[in-house]
């Protein structure tokens, strides 16, 4: 259920999120033995936790969604990146405008899409149009994680 990965996709920052709950989650689902479920989130326990991303607002996941569905562990994901032909040629200025956002101005990534705006377009269009699947983490520390509510 938890995204907790750090992760860096080539053109994004590295971020690092925990367990949701400290692990709670992961363990309800756990002790469930992973049956897929959809539940809803309004006055409901899962609801009221907090949303990892925004903790500073209070705001909780009952305020951005309706329901959640639990399909599988977190330690059986795989990270799967790109679409095929999801950038065309009409994108791609649209595109690089984006990531300069993105990327601050000033920021080491900024100052190369203006170096060489060409080659960062191509670069752009290569790494959103190719599908790659890959391993999200060693997810030993995340299991002993949640798993300390098993106890």
């Not at 990965?5 to 999120?17: A, S």
Request: aromatic letters at 16%.
């Amino acid at each position: 259920m938890s995204f907790s990965i750090k992760v860096h996709f080539g053109y994004f920052c590295h971020q690092e999120i925990g367990l949701i709950a400290d692990g709670m989650w992961d363990a309800a689902f756990e002790l469930s033995k992973h049956r897929p479920v959809g539940f809803d989130l309004h006055n409901a326990p899962f609801g009221v936790t907090k949303y990892y991303s925004n903790l500073e607002q209070n705001i909780r996941y009952s305020d951005i969604a309706d329901g959640l569905i639990f399909y599988k562990p977190f330690y059986q994901f795989a990270a799967t990146i790109g679409i095929p032909n999801v950038v065309d040629d009409d994108f791609l200025d649209e595109l690089l405008n984006r990531s300069i956002i993105v990327s601050d101005e000033g920021s080491k990534r900024t100052i190369k899409y203006l170096k060489s705006p060409e080659n960062s377009k191509k670069n752009l269009k290569e790494y959103y149009n190719n599908v790659r699947t890959f391993d999200c983490e060693n997810y030993r520390p995340m299991k002993s994680e949640f798993k300390k509510w098993l106890k």
